[in-house]
């Protein structure tokens, strides 16, 4: 005798048929932030900089920093990357600050975009938080006391 499963119980998985509907393609990460990059220099991003920071942590594999004119220029550079990521299949993780739009950060996982305003990315600095090439002259002079 062959025991048929119960109606309630669905003859196919749901998360299986939808991974065959969506056909992700995986792009290295090098790929993902060239996209990230020619997407904000199509809008006029300014002083567009890429940073690989796989050596420095685990978290993310580049970080793409660009300066927005104005809070409405940041919301639609980060409406352009988005759109651009998404048009190459790839998952956006999330997006945020968009409300205020001072600083707005998108997460692809292997490349996360920060788009901020002149003054927020002066303040903060992240060429120079995570670039670690700087230092260099300062180690020097500790050792020579």
Request: proline share 3%; glycine share 4%.
């Amino acid at each position: 005798m062959i025991r048929r499963p119960p109606r309630s119980t669905p003859l196919y998985s749901s998360a299986a048929s939808d991974v065959y509907k969506r056909q992700v393609v995986i792009l290295n990460s090098k790929n993902l932030a060239e996209i990230a990059v020619d997407a904000l220099g199509d809008l006029k991003g300014q002083a567009i900089s890429c940073i690989e920071v796989s050596s420095l942590t685990s978290i993310t594999d580049y970080m793409v920093i660009v300066t927005g004119r104005s809070n409405t220029h940041i919301k639609a550079l980060s409406d352009s990357v988005v759109k651009k990521i998404k048009e190459a299949k790839q998952e956006i993780i999330g997006v945020e600050g968009r409300m205020q739009s001072e600083w707005v950060l998108v997460d692809c996982g292997d490349v996360v975009i920060h788009i901020m305003l002149a003054p927020a990315r002066a303040l903060y600095n992240l060429e120079e938080l995570w670039s670690f090439d700087a230092p260099k002259k300062n180690q020097q002079e500790q050792h020579l006391y």
